[in-house]
């Protein structure tokens, strides 16, 4: 079901969301296009893609976002179909449970995690740039973690290395790009109620405790929280925000002892 729309702030942008079949891609999807944007939903299944296309009257596009050309084919495919590329939001990720401590992890799941985490958010704003500058304005929203800004005990290594060059590259392009009206953001969650965090914590119930007991408000987020806060980042509201580390996690990185 669609979101009630809170405010029409998107109307005829377009906007690219990765991972836009599940998770926070599937719910900003939903918020992008309810605040009127045209969204091209973009993910490596192309049946979730298309059901969440279909939901939301957008376009579908089967992309690895770790491929240069498909990549750029699918940025094209936006601004053949709408005219402009006015919102990125590279959010397509993983987090695999090989990826685990330095000691255990091996060099082919580190590189894998890098792939899909950090050199698609690299392609995917080198794709997109290109279009916002002959416009004169865009916003690229890429996600990152809290875990760019913490250290974990309980480690994903690459996760956690991967989401830290998010971060650092967003803000890099943030500032290169900025007197040309584009702004970019690396928006940071805490641990969120998708279908990823809940199959790795299914897995392993300590570990799921072990994090929840760091959340001042007691909870993991909605993923539909999480999309609250890229829409705000998309929209004019958001016009003196750039280079920014979004933090949406719930206090998490604000903690130093939780409330009992």
């Known amino acids: 079901m669609t979101e009630t729309p809170v405010c ?25 296009a309810s605040e009127g944007a045209h969204v091209v939903c973009a993910d490596i299944d192309e049946s979730a893609g298309k059901a969440a296309a279909d939901e939301v009257g957008g376009l579908c596009v089967q992309v690895d976002v770790t491929d240069p050309e498909q990549v750029e084919a699918l940025f094209k495919t936006a601004f053949d179909t709408y005219g402009s590329v006015d919102i990125a939001f590279n959010n397509a990720g993983i987090s695999p449970p090989d990826d685990d401590s330095i000691l255990t992890t091996g060099l082919d799941a580190w590189k894998r995690v890098q792939e899909v985490n950090l050199t698609s958010v690299y392609l995917c704003c080198k794709a997109a740039l290109p279009y916002m500058r002959r416009q004169g304005r865009g916003s690229i929203i890429n996600t990152a973690s809290f875990v760019a800004v913490m250290g974990a005990a309980t480690s994903q290594i690459s996760y956690t290395a ?8 967003s803000r890099e392009l943030g500032v290169q790009f900025a007197r040309e009206g584009i702004r970019v953001n690396a928006l940071c969650p805490g641990p969120v109620n998708t279908p990823l965090l809940k199959e790795l914590f299914a897995k392993d119930p300590e570990r799921a405790q072990r994090r929840l007991v760091h959340v001042p408000v007691g909870r993991f987020a909605e993923p539909a929280e999480i999309a609250s806060a890229v829409a705000f980042l998309a929209s004019d509201d958001a016009s003196f925000v750039n280079a920014a580390e979004f933090l949406v996690d719930g206090g998490i990185a604000g903690a130093y002892v939780t409330p009992l």
């Open 8 to 32: 029409r702030r998107l109307v005829g942008r377009t906007a690219v969301v990765t991972g836009a079949g599940s998770g926070i891609g599937l719910a900003t999807a939903r918020r992008l």
């Open 162 to 169: 991967s989401k830290g060059g998010v971060l650092a590259m």
